[in-house]
Nanobody
Framework: QVQLVESGGGFVHAGGSLRLSCAASGRTFSTYAMGWFRQAPGKEREFVAAITWSLGSRYYADSVKGRFTISRDNHKKTLYLQMNKLKHEETAVYYC?????????????????WGQGTQVTVSS
């Protein structure tokens, strides 16, 4: 089992920045990649960004390219998402996910573990 705990959400004005963190614990040696997804009210969960744990290959949704940066600290077993120039429509609960070698980084259904989510609210 892998436990994931997100933090760093909050309230920000449009155009502002936030940095999300996701601390992993448990059987993390089996983790191939981790990612961030978000779910706005009344909408399905959508892919935001992902990174492979060993090589650091990065994947981004088109809507966040150039504004969001995903990174990880292998020693601290922590995933980060730096979000800049936030938009009102990006208000959502942001979830951290992790999975093993069968994981497709951009596909929600292939993730094995999820955190509880952290709320990001962007005012217009």
């Amino acid at each position: 089992q892998v436990q994931l705990v997100e933090s760093g959400g909050g309230f920000v004005h449009a155009g502002g920045s936030l940095r999300l963190s996701c601390a992993a614990s448990g059987r993390t040696f089996s983790t191939y990649a981790m990612g961030w997804f978000r779910q706005a009210p009344g909408k399905e969960r959508e892919f935001v960004a992902a990174i492979t744990w060993s090589l650091g290959s990065r994947y981004y949704a088109d809507s966040v390219k150039g504004r969001f940066t995903i990174s990880r600290d292998n020693h601290k077993k922590t995933l980060y998402l730096q979000m800049n120039k936030l938009k009102h429509e990006e208000t959502a609960v942001y979830y951290c996910g992790a999975g093993g070698f069968a994981l497709v980084p951009t596909t929600e259904g292939s993730y094995d573990y999820w955190g509880q989510g952290t709320q990001v609210t962007v005012s217009s």
